[in-house]
């Protein structure tokens, strides 16, 4: 089946530190790739987005390029905020499929 | 953008009511929408997928019964909890999509419900 796998977190991180969190993924099919944030006590917002091989989403300073070679679509920032602490999940669904399938998060806690 | 709007945020009831919970597509039409269960620290589990016009599809261990919806119109899905007990305390929180190609999930802002 489907499978997304993120890094555990919790991840902290110091202001305008650098941000990774892994993110890998299995798919029966051509799958899209996302990535959701989630703030305390809110919804899900889409972050960014890629839909084919080498695409790269981008959205307010993070990063991620769809790596079909190794089946990644890894989150990036160069310089983090207080204010980007939160839940983040990567997710991909397949094209033709409603169903998206979500990692099962990474929380970012950054520090001043 | 897609605008998702969830109603209510919050709901505290006691043990054997039944809780109703809305989730409207605000400025698309909506062809599935989807309803999910969120426990402290952990992902969204998919419950059910809602088409309109037609019964919803559960996910497997999720009882029908328990978790009626209905998506009578394509810019509305409710999810109503019935005779709720203090173990379906969790945070629901509902997405919308149109059968468009890979366009993504939308999500509502999440509905806390508290039995007592």
């Known amino acids: 089946g489907d499978s997304v796998t993120q890094m555990e977190g919790p991840v902290t991180l110091s202001e305008e530190a650098f941000l990774t969190i892994n993110c890998t993924y299995t798919?029966?099919?051509?799958?899209?790739l996302f990535w959701y944030v989630q703030y305390p006590g809110e919804g899900l917002q889409l972050l960014l987005k890629?839909?084919?091989?080498?695409d790269k989403g981008s959205n307010k300073g993070f990063e991620a390029t769809y790596r079909k070679e190794t089946t990644s679509f890894h989150l990036e920032k160069g310089s983090v905020q207080v204010s980007d602490s939160a839940v983040y999940f990567c997710?991909?669904?397949?094209?033709?499929?409603?169903?998206?399938?979500f990692g099962t998060g990474t929380k970012l806690q950054v520090i001043p | 953008g897609a605008v998702v709007s969830q109603h209510p945020s919050r709901v505290i009831c006691k043990s054997g009511t039944s809780v109703k919970i809305e989730c409207r597509s605000l400025?698309?039409?909506?062809?599935?929408m989807f309803w999910y269960r969120q426990f402290p620290k952990q992902s969204l589990m998919l419950m059910a997928t809602?088409?309109?016009?037609?019964?919803?599809?559960?996910e497997q261990g999720v009882e029908k019964d328990k978790f009626l919806i209905n998506h009578a119109s394509l810019t509305l899905s409710t999810l109503t909890v019935t005779s709720a007990h203090p173990e379906d305390s969790s945070f629901y929180i509902c997405?919308?999509?149109?059968?468009?190609?890979?366009?993504?999930?939308?999500f509502g802002d999440g509905t806390r419900l508290s039995i007592l």
């Open positions: 890629a839909t084919k091989a080498d």
């Open positions: 997710a991909l669904r397949i094209r033709g499929y409603q169903k998206v399938t």
């Open positions: 400025d698309f039409q909506a062809t599935t």
């Open positions: 997405s919308a999509s149109v059968v468009r190609g890979n366009q993504p999930q939308h």
């Open positions: 798919a029966t099919g051509y799958p899209s």
């Open positions: 809602s088409n309109e016009g037609s019964k919803a599809t559960y």
